[in-house]
């Protein structure tokens, strides 16, 4: 079935393009086509200028051709700056190292071809390095630290625990001890902040406690949970209403908003069902704000077959999946920064969720697997079982 996106997250995506990340990365991080990002950016900036998408085709193809050198360009700076922060390690690297390079060639980052015209190598030699054998514990340590440098920069929230869930993803063979090791020696240590407490939300349940805090389960789309956070931008706040799927930790669906009524709660089941096919007699569990106990959710959750769940009042236990994925969020998007607009923060959490809660954060619930990895293993176990 193809996969439908909602227009908040095709803004998002473009946003994303907009301040600067590659193409490449974010459909990578996103999980979407090259075609439809494509299409999604030259559309708004066809709009920006107050033109459809399909009123000029040769300003798209004109258009086109400048994405391409600009993408060109684009490797060549990531060549550029990769080159200027490993001749600033030369003491702690060994001479002739081309790391970086094959580090950018591997990640999409950069072709050969661009990485030697900039640097002027040939790709004889590059082979050739490439062909040499590495040997002894030292430079078994830089190639490690290497790996960890890339992860930490792309995911400064990591620590050494999850720096070494992520080697073992890669196929490395380390302790924990030893990253621990390598992770002290050159100070990748992770950028976190205290949990915050939240304020608790009460009101009449509308709804049975159907999981009674038994947050597991055994097969997808069979129980989720939902909670809505919020945080500050220079423009007001924006609201954040999650739902997740207990089974794989998925964040099947979300929406924002800058107010917090019940249609972003809707928004978010809406967008869940959208894009897991409507699965009937799914269990909803949530607290008792009232956006859930609102009459439009309650409808909504009616018209998709699903089944209501609240937990207590004042039980933060009673919804502690939600709680912990929120503490999560907060530390890694929220707090990092002071956040410009709404737009700006709301890009920035589909870009955390998307690339690094269910592309790259392993986790020990799941086996040391991404919630992408742990339901692309589900699925074929529960066709079977059906």
Avoid at 21 to 48: I, N
Avoid at 162 to 169: S, T
Avoid at 276 to 302: M, N, T, W
């Amino acid at each position: 079935m193809p996969k439908i996106y909602n227009e908040q997250f095709k803004a998002d995506a473009v946003a994303l393009v907009e301040s600067g990340m590659s193409r490449r990365q974010v459909c990578a991080d996103l999980g979407v086509s090259r075609s439809s990002l494509q299409k999604w950016v030259t559309d708004a900036r066809l709009q920006a200028h107050g033109m459809s998408p399909s009123s000029d085709p040769e300003v798209a193809k004109e258009m086109s051709a400048a994405l391409k050198r600009i993408r060109e360009l684009e490797m060549e700076n990531e060549v550029l700056r990769a080159a200027a922060a490993y001749l600033s390690q030369e003491a702690i690297r060994p001479k002739g190292s081309s790391r970086p390079v094959e580090a950018l060639i591997a990640q999409g980052k950069a072709t050969l071809t661009i990485a030697a015209r900039v640097l002027k190598f040939s790709r004889q030699a590059f082979y050739k390095w490439l062909a040499s054998p590495v040997s002894g514990r030292q430079a078994q340590d830089e190639e490690i630290i290497a790996k960890i440098r890339q992860i930490h920069a792309d995911d400064p929230e990591f620590g050494y625990r999850f720096i070494a869930d992520e080697l073992h993803g890669q196929g490395v063979k380390i302790s924990e001890r030893r990253v621990w090791r390598l992770c002290s020696k050159i100070q990748a240590f992770s950028v976190i902040a205290r949990r915050k407490p939240r304020g608790r939300k009460s009101g009449a349940p509308v709804h049975d406690d159907l999981l009674q805090r038994r947050f597991h389960a055994d097969t997808p789309n069979t129980a989720w949970v939902t909670d809505i956070t919020e945080h500050w931008t220079r423009e007001g706040k924006l609201y954040l209403c999650v739902i997740k799927d207990l089974c794989s930790r998925t964040i099947v669906g979300y929406a924002t908003s800058a107010r917090m009524k019940s249609h972003l709660a809707v928004a978010a089941l809406e967008d869940a069902m959208r894009k897991r096919g409507e699965p009937k007699g799914v269990i909803v569990h949530s607290d008792r704000g009232s956006q859930f106990r609102s009459r439009k959710f309650r409808a909504a959750l009616k018209a998709f077959g699903a089944k209501g769940s609240m937990g207590r009042v004042g039980a933060c236990g009673d919804n502690a999946a939600m709680e912990s994925f929120f503490a999560l969020v907060q530390k890694n998007v929220l707090d990092r920064k002071s956040w410009a607009s709404r737009r700006e923060l709301s890009a920035a959490i589909t870009h955390w969720i998307e690339r690094t809660y269910h592309r790259k954060r392993r986790q020990r619930a799941l086996g040391k697997l991404t919630p992408i990895e742990y339901e692309t293993i589900m699925k074929p176990a529960v066709s079977i079982a059906a």
